[in-house]
């Protein structure tokens, strides 16, 4: 089955991205959460800056790599350009999916 078959399910905090042309699923996943706080510091933290408009381009980057659902069809360099391409304000909408599960939790 392809990603394109699989759709992204808001329900677990999961978010769609589009690197070089394919659908990456980002999945919040706890193993995903804690390689990304032993990254980039505590989650809490993470969320505090990316509402005070300070979370960089390499955090934003790699929070989205290791929430990949398949990480080994992309690098961080590709993930970041993925970002670029597609701009700041349109990587927020999958960017806020991954904090809202952070803070929220599954419903």
Not at 19 to 45: C, D, M, Q
Not at 81 to 87: R, S
């Amino acid at each position: 089955m392809s990603l394109s078959e699989t759709p992204a399910n808001p329900e677990r905090g999961e978010a769609l991205l589009l690197v070089n042309g394919r659908e990456h699923i980002l999945r919040p996943s706890f193993a995903a959460l804690v390689a990304a706080e032993e990254e980039l510091g505590p989650l809490f933290a993470l969320v505090e800056r990316a509402g005070e408009g300070r979370l960089s381009l390499q955090e934003i980057a790699a929070l989205f790599h290791h929430c990949c659902q398949d990480r080994a069809a992309v690098t961080r360099e590709q993930m970041g350009e993925g970002v670029l391409t597609m701009g700041l304000a349109s990587a927020a909408v999958p960017l806020r999916m991954l904090l809202k599960q952070i803070l929220q939790g599954r419903g």
